[in-house]
């Protein structure tokens, strides 16, 4: 049976020294606000994993009032996210991510982005899209006030 999981996940812009999205350092002059390393495209991703397979969300696995993930590396949830899939009987299809922000230009980073969650989800590089799109100024991401990234899984459950 195929299934179809929707993650997504917003953080605000704060003083800081670049952005981490799908496991890269992303140099820019700002920073997210956020509990664990405020990976939007990792976070939107693992929300669309467990979602696919009916398993909760970021919250109900790694709750932001558990000190054990302050400043975690979000890969670590995606490898977890990967595990409950394959316990629940899913095999990962595919998984496509838009990262929504006005800057920086994230084109350089999408490949090393791409081959880093290929290797947490344990899938063919074929299987994992990213890509990045501005809102023309337009709301909270154009005015830079913050980032925002949806995510789409489709996993088969039952081959």
């Given at each position: 049976?195929?299934?179809?999981?929707?993650?997504?996940?917003?953080?605000?812009?704060?003083?800081?020294?670049?952005?981490?999205?799908?496991?890269?350092?992303?140099?820019?002059q700002r920073s997210?606000?956020?509990?664990?390393?405020?990976?939007?495209?990792?976070?939107?991703?693992?929300?669309?994993?467990?979602?696919?397979?009916?398993?909760?969300?970021?919250?109900?696995?790694?709750?932001?009032?558990?000190q054990r993930w302050?400043?975690?590396?979000?890969?670590?949830?995606?490898?977890?996210?990967?595990?409950?899939?394959?316990?629940?009987?899913?095999?990962?299809?595919?998984?496509?991510?838009?990262?929504?922000?006005?800057?920086?230009?994230?084109?350089?980073?999408?490949?090393?982005?791409?081959?880093?969650?290929?290797?947490?989800?344990?899938?063919?590089?074929?299987?994992?899209?990213?890509?990045?799109?501005?809102?023309?100024?337009?709301?909270?991401?154009?005015?830079?006030?913050?980032?925002?990234?949806?995510?789409?899984?489709?996993?088969?459950v039952g081959i």
């Open positions: 049976m195929l299934k179809t999981g929707i993650g997504i996940d917003v953080h605000a812009f704060t003083d800081g020294d670049g952005l981490v999205l799908g496991g890269v350092k992303v140099p820019y997210v606000s956020s509990h664990s390393d405020g990976d939007v495209v990792i976070h939107a991703i693992v929300d669309a994993l467990l979602g696919a397979v009916g398993a909760g969300d970021l919250g109900t696995h790694f709750p932001s009032s558990d302050k400043d975690a590396d979000s890969r670590l949830f995606l490898r977890e996210a990967s595990n409950i899939l394959k316990q629940a009987g899913a095999t990962l299809n595919n998984v496509d991510c838009t990262v929504i922000l006005q800057e920086p230009a994230l084109a350089p980073h999408i490949p090393q982005m791409r081959k880093l969650l290929a290797a947490d989800l344990e899938v063919d590089l074929s299987q994992v899209s990213i890509k990045a799109t501005t809102t023309d100024h337009l709301g909270f991401t154009g005015r830079g006030e913050g980032i925002a990234a949806v995510a789409v899984a489709t996993v088969e």
